[in-house]
T-cell receptor, first 115, second 113 residues
Framework: AQTVTQSQPEMSVQEAETVTLSCTYDTSESDYYLFWYKQPPSRQMILVIRQEAYKQQNATENRFSVNFQKAAKSFSLKISDSQLGDAAMYFCAYIQETSGSRLTFGEGTQLTVNP | KAGVTQTPRYLIKTRGQQVTLSCSPISGHRSVSWYQQTPGQGLQFLFEYFSETQRNKGNFPGRFSGRQFSNSRSEMNVSTLELGDSALYLC????????????FGPGTRLTVL
């Protein structure tokens, strides 16, 4: 079974600093996507960034970027210039073609941003 | 485009009752997936509907069922509610490809007393 592991239950960062959230996954598939979602206190799950496994280039979205290491099955999220609004629970998620539209989520990392 | 909407946002039920939750996907999206989020089990996939057919199903008892209408709106039903069904139920929509980005609604918070 596919698994997604986030080994950091909690992280904190100073405003304007950079923080990296870790994620590893286990799969034997070659065609899959990886995502980072954030869930603020409102509980709305918001897409942060997406990475297709076939792409070698790491995805970036403004202050958010990933370090995708396919051989190591690692997918970390880097948040630059952290803002108070970045405080949320961050989930790493995985989807593969053979399991249809079934997202597998990690346990989540609670990010605190200190002013 | 309007985002995914879910109604109601909050529900309080008692054990043994049944409940129906509704989800309207982003316009043009044909796939709707449902997830249960609890503090103990995290986020778990319930099922997915595409073109009015259940395309994928998670490991939940038969008390959990769903359906999708021709306009892609989806409903989820839980019968004979148990205390353990208290959770945040999230609906997500995607265009319909096998692998695609899913966009989530705000969720329905169900409390079973």
């Amino acid at each position: 079974a596919q698994t997604v592991t986030q080994s950091q239950p909690e992280m904190s960062v100073q405003e304007a600093e950079t923080v990296t959230l870790s994620c590893t996954y286990d799969t034997s598939e070659s065609d899959y996507y990886l995502f980072w979602y954030k869930q603020p206190p409102s509980r709305q799950m918001i897409l942060v960034i997406r990475q297709e496994a076939y792409k070698q280039q790491n995805a970036t979205e403004n202050r958010f970027s990933v370090n995708f290491q396919k051989a190591a099955k690692s997918f970390s999220l880097k948040i630059s210039d952290s803002q108070l609004g970045d405080a949320a629970m961050y989930f790493c998620a995985y989807i593969q073609e053979t399991s249809g539209s079934r997202l597998t989520f990690g346990e989540g990392t609670q990010l605190t941003v200190n002013p | 485009k309007a985002g995914v909407t879910q109604t109601p946002r909050y529900l309080i039920k008692t054990r043994g009752q049944q409940v129906t939750l509704s989800c309207s996907p982003i316009s043009g999206h044909r796939s709707v997936s449902w997830y249960q989020q609890t503090p103990g089990q995290g986020l778990q996939f319930l099922f997915e509907y595409f073109s009015e057919t259940q395309r994928n199903k998670g490991n939940f008892p038969g008390r959990f069922s769903g359906r999708q209408f021709s306009n892609s709106r989806s409903e989820m039903n839980v019968s004979t509610l148990e205390l353990g069904d208290s959770a945040l139920y999230l609906c997500a929509s995607s265009p319909g490809l096998a692998i695609d980005t899913q966009y989530f609604g705000p969720g329905t918070r169900l409390t079973v007393l």
